[in-house]
């Protein structure tokens, strides 16, 4: 599947968005509101979130480029600015077992993030494909 860009989350029609547990403007960009889909993606997510039963606040999804840059240190091209990574607030026994969830749903980028307070832990998840790139992570900052 194709992804598919608008220049603001506002723009998505209804009739696209099929993604009953979340909402266009979870997934836009912080800096500017645009927004890439990849339904492959979003099916993915929606069938986990299915699985897990509780909700899932997202942290981030789509960056710009120029966004990433500026938050991230994968740089223009990392995971977020290809619509195929997601960032979930989640901490303690539920981080545990998304992490499991994902593996059996074919998330293949699982980033960690469990310290620090409870309102600034996340799992990064991603269905990126490639052999020279971690699978899973901890974030140290």
Same mark, same amino acid.
């Given at each position: 599947?194709?992804?598919?860009? #608008?220049?603001?989350? =506002? +723009?998505? @029609?209804?009739? #696209?968005?099929?993604?009953?547990? $979340?909402?266009? +403007?979870? $997934? ?15 099916? =993915?997510?929606?069938?986990? =979130?299915?699985?897990?039963?509780? @909700? $899932? ?5 789509? %960056? !710009?480029?120029?966004?990433? !840059?500026?938050?991230?240190? !994968?740089?223009?091209?990392? /995971?977020?600015?290809?619509?195929? &990574? ?6 303690? &026994?539920?981080? *545990? +077992? ?8 074919? $998330? ?8 620090? /307070?409870? +309102? %600034? =832990? #996340? ?15 901890? *974030? #140290?900052?």
């Amino acid at each position: 599947m194709t992804a598919t860009a #608008f220049q603001s989350w =506002r +723009e998505v @029609p209804d009739s #696209f968005w099929h993604w009953a547990n $979340f909402r266009p +403007e979870e $997934f836009a960009c912080k800096a500017d509101g645009s927004l890439v889909v990849v339904p492959e993606f979003m099916d =993915r997510l929606q069938r986990l =979130r299915y699985d897990m039963n509780w @909700p $899932f606040v997202i942290v981030s999804g789509y %960056r !710009t480029p120029a966004y990433n !840059t500026s938050v991230s240190n !994968t740089g223009p091209d990392g /995971p977020h600015t290809t619509g195929r &990574a997601v960032d979930i607030r989640v901490a303690g &026994a539920r981080a *545990y +077992e998304l992490i499991g969830a994902a593996h059996d749903h074919s $998330f293949t980028g699982i980033g960690v993030k469990q310290h620090g /307070p409870w +309102e %600034r =832990r #996340f799992l990064h998840l991603d269905d990126l494909q490639g052999d020279k790139r971690p699978r899973i992570w901890t *974030y #140290f900052c």
